[in-house]
């Protein structure tokens, strides 16, 4: 803070001293560089807003039947017409919406906390090491789409009657999205903090007596967190697309209970005679999965710094 | 090598005698009961009979060990009965994995489905590498060129679009928005007893593997594109480049037989990791269009809870991902002299 004011008392030789530059300064910088990743960011705060503040102006209940209004092309009291039960399609999608982005941002963290710890503990403790990254080998080598259907097959029933029909498939959904995409984050995490256990400044605080979980917690988890970020970003694209086509299998939510997987898939019965159906929720998910890997991609870049650098 | 590939080989084996054990394990703990769908009319008594018949009523780890034999003792052994012609031992009473819905064996619906996934999803992906190959070259070496940014973009909407959109936005194109009669038609659905026998009959064969290839040659493209751009671009900057120029070689033999046989080695690694995920991705758009495929066979198992099928097919899935896994870390080391894995 004091730099910027010490240019004005510099000797009149010295050149003006630069601006104090902060790492996030910088990242931001590289980051608001790459046009993709600023376009993507736009349309995902779009997207997000839409979502969320829509229904407040567009109040048209999802679930409302209007039989005697259905198969409407778009007019203005039904932007993008009814479906074959007159319910308003706008509507579905919005609310579609919020159940797919919230069935990603969950799921997206789950996957992070469980990759973050196992990945932080493999790498940190020596002794955990070899058991830890063969169970994420193991995780690896299972066929992940064939066992999601399997286990959803299995424990829908039982935990639809145990936390009711939307819940329960929420729950199963997130949870199941979630154990089965951690292993990238867990690997990246454990090389990157194998480095950094060996630093210095890690060996300063063991000689000051922090406690282990202190330096974890303090010194290697804040230097993981870029690497954590580029995760969260394509975990959020994965469970998306993860969600939506289970969904689109017909084993996702119950159909009075609107996502965009599930819209695409209900739209597909009547593909010939209404396509608008499955674009509209297939442009919705094609669109945020594409700005959150833009995003993803643009916040790779900036915090790498080779990339920074280069500028 | 040899060595080491030994070592691999033996190393796959308790690998995938856990995975299996997993899968079992998830399927035998779930809590769903085969004789559910079967009407209410039917006594507990009789339902107790079927489940035992179901081979239901023994504990779990003789069912389990009962598995394992008929999967890798008797189906073996009815294949080389079956492709040599010859008989071995009491061939009558060889227990098989049997499906719970067809009463047929497993595999023998496995052998029924093989050739439709392998013809589209294998089509799909020769497609995807011969499309991604020279998309990345270029790309790399007129980077930040229009092709550049164009092909790039186009790998990204290609990686991020879901292959169900795809698959229905080519049908709404192809098969209903384009006249029936006119020579740009598809056919949305996979005829799976279609013989080709003259030209027209192949025709036909092309036009409806258009589609399903299309939409997974598309997707595996963005994928191994931007691999290939990477991998390239990392070794455009190398300073054996920079010699082989200097030498004076031509453009064309730095680029192609210098820079492409080196950045050549991260990708073929990438395609031989992708395969099995194929068979996975595969699972959708035979769905879409109606391909009685592998995947169609597991959408049917699940929806039917037909353990043991599921566990069979997913074993098979489990069992692929495992060798192509092993199969690219051999490559890597044939292709890169400096690898060694003793």
């Known amino acids: ?311 | 090598m040899f060595n080491y590939t030994i070592r691999r080989l033996l190393f796959t084996v308790p690998t995938l005698l856990l995975i299996s054990f997993i899968i079992f394990l998830l399927l035998d703990l779930a809590p769903n009961d085969p004789t559910g769908n079967l009407p209410m009319t039917i006594t507990p008594e009789v339902r107790e009979k079927i489940r035992i018949s179901l081979g239901l009523g023994e504990p779990i780890h003789i069912r389990y060990l009962l598995w394992l034999q008929q999967f890798f003792v008797n189906e073996p052994l009815n294949l080389i009965e079956e492709w040599w012609g010859i008989q071995i031992g009491d061939a009558e009473n060889r227990l098989r994995v049997q499906s719970w819905a067809t009463r047929s064996p497993v595999v023998d619906l496995v052998v029924e489905r093989m050739p439709q996934t392998l013809w589209v999803v294998g089509m799909s992906y020769v497609v995807g590498i011969l499309i991604a190959l020279p998309i990345g070259i270029i790309s790399a070496y007129k980077h930040y060129s229009w092709f550049d940014q164009i092909g790039t973009f186009v790998s990204m909407v290609g990686f991020s679009i879901p292959t169900f959109l795809t698959g229905t936005v080519l049908i709404v194109l192809f098969s209903v928005l384009i006249d029936s009669s006119s020579p740009f038609w598809l056919p949305s659905i996979y005829d799976t007893t279609h013989r080709v026998t003259d030209w027209s009959s192949f025709v036909v064969q092309v036009k409806q593997m258009a589609m399903p290839v299309m939409v997974l040659a598309l997707f595996n493209a963005a994928q191994l594109s931007r691999f290939m751009r990477a991998s390239m671009l990392d070794n455009l900057s190398q300073d054996y480049v920079r010699t082989a120029r200097a030498k004076g070689m031509k453009e064309r033999v730095v680029l192609l037989v210098h820079v492409l046989r080196n950045s050549l080695i991260p990708v073929v690694t990438v395609i031989a990791l992708g395969v099995p995920q194929v068979f996975g991705g595969a699972i959708i758009t035979e769905q879409i269009f109606k391909v009685n495929g592998l995947g169609q066979l597991l959408i049917i198992g699940v929806q039917g809870a037909d353990i043991p099928l599921v566990q069979t097919l997913t074993f098979i899935f489990a069992v692929l991902i495992v060798l192509f896994n092993l199969i690219a870390d051999l490559i890597y080391g044939i292709l890169d002299p400096r690898i060694r894995y003793d």
């Open chain 1, 1 to 311: 803070m004091t730099d910027a004011a010490l240019p004005n008392q510099a000797p009149p030789g010295e050149p003006a001293m630069r601006p104090h530059r902060s790492l996030w300064r910088d990242v931001w910088a590289q980051f608001a560089v790459h046009k993709g990743a600023m376009a993507g960011t736009g349309i995902f705060v779009f997207i997000v807003l839409a979502v969320f503040i829509g229904p407040y102006i567009h109040t048209l209940d999802p679930s409302f039947i209007d039989i005697r209004n259905k198969n409407q092309g778009p007019s203005f009291e039904h932007p993008m017409g009814t479906d074959q039960l007159g319910r308003d399609t706008f509507a579905q999608v919005l609310a579609g919406g919020q159940v797919s982005l919230a069935v990603g941002v969950t799921a997206m963290a789950l996957s992070l906390v469980i990759g973050t710890l196992i990945g932080v503990l493999a790498g940190y403790f020596r002794r955990l090491d070899g058991p830890l990254m063969r169970f994420t080998d193991l995780f690896l080598a299972l066929p992940l789409l064939p066992l999601l259907l399997v286990i959803i097959m299995l424990f829908r029933d039982t935990l639809r009657s145990a936390f009711g029909p939307e819940t329960g498939i929420f729950i199963l959904i997130v949870f199941v999205i979630g154990i089965t995409s951690w292993m990238q984050t867990a690997r990246i995490v454990r090389g990157d903090v194998l480095g950094l256990k060996e630093r210095e400044f890690v060996l300063a605080a063991h000689s000051i007596g922090t406690r282990q979980h202190r330096v974890i917690s303090r010194h290697i988890f804040p230097n993981v967190l870029s690497p954590i970020m580029v995760s969260a970003t394509l975990g959020i694209a994965n469970a998306i697309i993860t969600e939506s086509a289970l969904s689109f299998l017909g084993l996702g939510f119950p159909s009075d209970f609107p996502t965009w997987g599930r819209l695409v898939f209900d739209g597909v019965t009547f593909l010939e005679q209404h396509p608008e159906r499955v674009l509209y929720p297939g442009m919705a998910i094609a669109l945020t999965v594409l700005s959150v890997n833009y995003m993803g991609d643009g916040i790779r870049d900036a915090l790498d710094p080779r990339i920074r650098s280069n500028r």
